[in-house]
């Protein structure tokens, strides 16, 4: 998986900012690490991860340069580095 299918956005060198923020938004209300606060251990981790990766994927969305780079390196133009990494 990576970013834009987290975000369930089309791979685009510019992508939609209404869009980017109503997915990132919504997603990070659904995975927010407060809201699973009673969850088992290994659930309040996947949550935690979730959001992690979202942040990072909207911070990436949210700059023209940085989202370049990422469309380079998912089309194997550009050799991958680790902040572009959801593992």
């Known amino acids: 998986m990576d970013y834009f299918e987290l975000l369930e956005l089309p791979v685009s060198l510019k992508p ?17 690490p407060d809201y699973h606060a009673n969850a088992s251990l290994e659930d309040q981790a996947d949550a935690l991860e979730k959001s992690a990766q979202l942040n990072r994927a909207y911070r990436i969305f949210q700059n023209p340069d940085e989202t370049i780079k990422y469309v380079l390196m998912l089309k194997g ?6 902040k572009y990494s959801l593992s």
């Open 16 to 32: 939609d900012p209404v869009a980017l923020s109503g997915r990132f938004f919504a997603l990070s209300r659904k995975y927010h």
């Open 77 to 82: 133009l550009l050799e991958e580095e680790e």
